[in-house]
């Protein structure tokens, strides 16, 4: 339904955990996009519902870990290997999603957390060894939104409800936001950006204790 929304001419099955899948991929793209494309954007997050549900350190196992790395971390330096010739043609970009949890303990969140730092440290690193090419690699850190990857996270609703008095918007953030903020690193406007987070939180990550906080166990008047 959504490629039919973009009128998109070509939708192509891949398997992030598969390099085999990865290369037939590009190996469409390049024949479809032969001149080069201008931009990647990883949205790609997982991990076992067995590892985002209670104490950190009785929830993580190595298979869980390992599986949260692969998809939601390591897939981004993947996908930067088998699209790099073709992003290098048109000075290109890639963009990621992260999430706060990768600096700052959100409960539940356990091994995503991880994988979500893991992501950035890549960021950071591809931003350098591609910069060469012209490539800009950038992430994105949005505030908590409705999606079913979140639904999958314990207490999520309440976390929504928090970020919500918290938050120096005091408000969410919504999708088009979010895109906006794509967009914008997407596009030239953003040339001289790369190896950055860019927070779309409505401020919440600025916050450390917040006068809504404070009031949050205070008894009512």
Not at 89 to 108: A, D, Q
Not at 177 to 195: D, M, Q
Request: proline fraction near 3%.
């Amino acid at each position: 339904m959504a490629a039919e929304q973009f009128e998109a001419d070509l939708v192509l099955e891949c398997d992030v955990a598969s390099d085999e899948s990865i290369a037939a991929c590009f190996e469409q793209v390049t024949a479809h996009w032969g001149d080069g494309i201008d931009g990647v954007v990883h949205a790609i997050g997982f991990a076992p519902m067995d590892q985002l549900d209670g104490d950190f350190v009785s929830a993580t196992t190595r298979e869980g870990s390992h599986i949260a790395h692969d998809i939601s971390s390591y897939s981004f330096v993947a996908l930067a290997k088998a699209a790099r010739e073709l992003l290098a043609m048109r000075h290109g970009s890639m963009l990621t999603l992260t999430y706060e949890g990768s600096i700052s303990v959100l409960p539940n969140y356990n091994v995503m957390g991880m994988a979500k730092a893991s992501l950035e440290a890549s960021v950071r690193y591809l931003a350098t060894s591609m910069g060469g090419d012209g490539i800009r690699v950038n992430a994105i850190s949005a505030g908590p939104i409705r999606t079913l990857a979140a639904s999958g996270i314990k207490s999520f609703r309440k976390m929504l409800d928090i970020s919500e008095k918290i938050a120096p918007l005091q408000r969410n953030v919504n999708q088009m936001e979010v895109g906006n903020a794509a967009l914008f690193l997407l596009s030239p406007w953003a040339s001289g950006i790369t190896g950055e987070i860019m927070f779309v939180d409505a401020g919440f990550n600025t916050v450390a204790i917040s006068e809504q906080l404070m009031m949050l166990d205070e008894p009512a008047q």
